[in-house]
């Protein structure tokens, strides 16, 4: 079996979610396991943007967005609360972008 990462490499998304989640349900607490669920997101809801498929794109960046702003709040300087929210920009950005285009 292809490790998730593979997976979603190749753009099969809804095979890599299982393993992708049950693997950061075992991830340490500091944040790796918040950033990697919002790239995979992000990434998912990339691949989503078709014209059929803008609700679910929505959705994905949606979940991207969340965990993005999640680890935006544990930032413990303004510099590093700066940098990470050059994510939640990037995603908002693109929930415009999709809102923009109805």
Same mark, same amino acid.
Request: hydrophobic share 35%; no cysteine; glycine share 12%.
């Given at each position: ?34 950033? $990697?669920?919002? +790239?995979?997101?992000?990434? =998912?809801?990339?691949?989503? &943007?078709?014209? *059929?498929? /803008? ?20 930032? $413990?300087?303004? +510099?590093?609360?700066?940098? =990470?929210?050059?994510?939640? &920009?990037?995603? *908002?950005? /693109? ?8």
């Amino acid at each position: 079996m292809d490790d998730w990462r593979d997976l979603a490499r190749q753009g099969k998304f809804a095979e890599a979610e299982a393993a992708m989640l049950a693997e950061t349900e075992r991830e340490t607490g500091y944040g790796d396991e918040v950033t $990697t669920r919002a +790239g995979f997101y992000e990434d =998912r809801g990339d691949t989503s &943007r078709g014209e *059929e498929d /803008k609700d679910k794109a929505k959705g994905f960046y949606e979940k991207a967005l969340g965990g993005f702003r999640l680890f935006a709040s544990w930032a $413990t300087s303004g +510099g590093e609360g700066n940098a =990470r929210m050059l994510d939640v &920009r990037r995603v *908002e950005k /693109k929930i415009a972008d999709l809102k923009d285009a109805d």
